[in-house]
């Protein structure tokens, strides 16, 4: 008779300078395929200029974000296995039929968690506008668009890569995982903007890189704070 295990998933802490570690190893990685990573990351960044053009452009690019940004992932982790990759594995994830429902709620999630934020930063465009601009607005806003970040950061990759289907444990996952490491996040933030002044001071010309190495980067600490354990002390069950 096979025996039984549960599946937990572990979040782990990590010091705050790991967030260091993430972006040396990114580096060693974009250098495996520069060009390939490029293409992907400007690609996704053509169609989110695209969709400011219509809101059902917008609303289509949400849909579509899960299985391009897998696909991307997907990329990242062959290029740790040392393969190949190329351009079309962006598509990839399309047609894996497994992911479809899953990818659809999470952009549906994702939408409707977007509406309080369009409502308050429409609210401070308008008091920006008058010079009347309200704290309290201001730190709803900072407070929504950090709930919104933290419960959808790690949702492709929770969903993707730990299969789970579960709409609420995954969201929860993402937000336990940053909240625990929010050290390590905010220095790789800071980092990001250190960084995202280098770009400037280039006229731009840095970040056809620096964007790049910064999305694997991100992806690394997804690898940092999971891990999955197995426990034969109960049945299979995947808990968050």
């Not at 929504?144 to 929770?158: G, N, P, R």
Request: with cysteine.
């Amino acid at each position: 008779m096979d025996q039984k295990v549960q599946v937990k998933l572990i979040i782990r802490r990590v010091p705050m300078q790991a967030a260091m570690s993430w972006l040396s190893k990114a580096w060693e990685l974009f250098r495996l395929a520069p060009s390939t990573m490029i293409a992907m990351v400007a690609f996704m960044t053509v169609l989110g200029l695209v969709a400011q053009f219509h809101p059902v452009l917008g609303v289509l690019l949400v849909l579509v974000n899960p299985f391009l940004t897998a696909g991307f992932y997907k990329s990242i982790v062959l290029l740790q296995q040392q393969k190949e990759v190329n351009f079309q594995l962006i598509f990839s994830v399309f047609s894996e039929a497994r992911y479809r429902r899953t990818f659809i709620r999470l952009a549906g999630a994702n939408l409707l968690a977007n509406i309080p934020l369009i409502l308050l930063m429409e609210q401070l465009m308008e008091q920006t506008q008058a010079k009347a601009v309200e704290p309290l607005t201001a730190l709803f806003f900072v407070a929504a668009l950090s709930l919104v970040f933290m419960l959808f950061a790690y949702a492709v990759a929770i969903a993707y890569f730990l299969n789970e289907q579960r709409l609420q444990a995954i969201l929860t996952a993402s937000l336990t995982a940053c909240w625990r490491n929010v050290g390590a996040l905010t220095l790789f933030g800071m980092m990001a903007v250190a960084l995202g002044l280098l770009g400037i001071v280039t006229f731009g010309f840095a970040f056809i890189v620096i964007v790049p190495v910064l999305q694997i980067a991100f992806f690394l600490s997804f690898s940092a704070f999971f891990a999955l354990q197995l426990d034969d002390s109960a049945p299979a069950v995947l808990e968050v």
